[in-house]
């Protein structure tokens, strides 16, 4: 099992910045791939970004330029650093930690972007 703990949500003005934190703890095997995937009412969770093991990254195009995906292996956390943020980037953001064909969510953050 692997426990996945998101937190910095909250609300921000456009063009505003964020950093999204998710510390993952438990049975962390060592090649994985995190990421952050976001979800607004009625509609399914979308990729956002992820990062692999090697920090290897993807993004959604919608964000790229102005999102940042890292990660710390020493303290199992990934980031998320929100740049220039618009109203439409206003969702739940939930944290998802891989690894081989086992994938854990963490509980979402919300994310209000105000025009």
């Known amino acids: 099992q692997v426990q996945l703990v998101e937190s910095g949500g909250g609300l921000v003005q456009a063009g505003g910045s964020l950093r999204l934190s998710c510390a993952a703890s438990?049975?962390?095997?060592?090649?994985?791939?995190m990421g952050w995937y976001r979800q607004t009412p009625g509609n399914q969770r979308a990729l956002v970004a992820v990062?692999?093991?090697?920090?290897?990254?993807d993004y959604a195009e919608s964000v790229k330029g102005r999102f940042t995906i890292s990660r710390d292996n020493a303290k199992n956390t990934v980031y998320l650093q929100m740049n220039s943020l618009k109203p439409e980037d206003t969702a739940v953001y939930y944290c998802?930690?891989?690894?081989?064909?086992?994938?854990?969510w963490g509980q979402g953050t919300q994310v209000t972007v105000s025009s």
């Open positions: 998802r930690h891989v690894s081989g064909s086992v994938g854990y």
């Open positions: 990062i692999a093991s090697d920090d290897s990254t």
């Open positions: 438990g049975s962390i095997f060592r090649i994985n791939t």
